[in-house]
Nanobody
Framework: QVQLVESGGGLVQAGGSLRLSCAAS????????MGWFRQAPGKERAFVAV????????YYAASVKGRFTISRDNAKNTVYLQMNSLKPEDTAVYYC?????????????????????WGQGTQVTVSS
């Protein structure tokens, strides 16, 4: 079993920055693809970003590309989401997720069902 714990959420003004962290427990963390999703009130949980096992490849939702950066430090069993130029539309609960059986491409990485493990979420609120 893998356990994921997000942290770093909070309240920030539009245009500001925030860095989320996701600490993972488990012996095989370094072999998992890791993703970030977010869920705003009344909305479906939506894909944000994904990173492969080595950290050499990433993919982003169009809505955050150029503003957010996903990274990982396998030695620390941690994945990060650096969020810059934040907008009120970014307000949501942010979740990290682990995919223990990543595919050869990111074609299905936007699907929630691709991920076996999820954190509890951390709230990000962007004020205008």
């Amino acid at each position: 079993q893998v356990q994921l714990v997000e942290s770093g959420g909070g309240l920030v003004q539009a245009g500001g920055s925030l860095r989320l962290s996701c600490a993972a427990s488990g012996r095989t963390f370094s072999s998992y693809a890791m993703g970030w999703f977010r869920q705003a009130p009344g909305k479906e949980r939506a894909f944000v970003a994904v990173i492969n096992w080595s950290g050499s490849s990433t993919y982003y939702a169009a809505s955050v590309k150029g503003r957010f950066t996903i990274s990982r430090d396998n030695a620390k069993n941690t994945v990060y989401l650096q969020m810059n130029s934040l907008k009120p539309e970014d307000t949501a609960v942010y979740y990290c997720a682990a995919d223990r059986n990543p595919r050869a491409s990111y074609s299905l990485s936007w699907l929630k069902n691709e991920y076996e493990y999820w954190g509890q979420g951390t709230q990000v609120t962007v004020s205008s």
